[in-house]
């Protein structure tokens, strides 16, 4: 049973933004640190953000450096990808997913719950 519910997906032209939302309980985000993976098609999925439980440290992928920004708003139980000048290599699944842990980490393994992804194009 997943845990989180992402949404914001879209087809967006090149340069453009996007906003994602992952919902979570309030225990969720209290309690595990949450990240963001892209899977691009015939590509493995990778990490781009997390953001720990506390909210007071947050990691980013190189390729989004500057470019994305992990947040969380506590009274909408709900953390946020901001994703501004977007690139065509931007396009693919995105998926939230959550740590039975508060730290961090980048590797697909290390998550226990996944949202079902939500798609994000960027082409002109």
């Known amino acids: 049973q997943s845990h989180v519910v992402e949404s914001g997906g879209g087809l967006v032209q090149p340069g453009g933004s996007l906003r994602l939302s992952c919902a979570a309980s309030?225990?969720?985000?209290?309690?595990?640190?949450i990240a963001w993976f892209r899977q691009a098609p015939g590509k493995e999925r990778e990490g781009i953000s997390c953001?720990?439980?506390?909210?007071?440290?947050?990691n980013y992928a190189d390729s989004v450096k500057g470019r994305f920004t992990i947040s969380r708003d506590n009274t909408k139980n709900t953390v946020y990808l901001q994703m501004n000048s977007l690139k065509p290599e931007d396009t693919g699944t995105y998926y939230c997913?959550?740590?039975?842990?508060?730290?961090?980490?980048?590797?697909?393994?290390?998550?226990?719950?996944w949202g079902q992804g939500t798609q994000v194009t960027v082409s002109s």
């Open positions: 309030k225990f969720i985000l209290d309690v595990y640190a």
């Open positions: 953001i720990t439980s506390s909210g007071l440290t947050a």
């Open positions: 997913a959550t740590r039975d842990y508060r730290y961090c980490s980048k590797y697909v393994g290390d998550f226990q719950s």
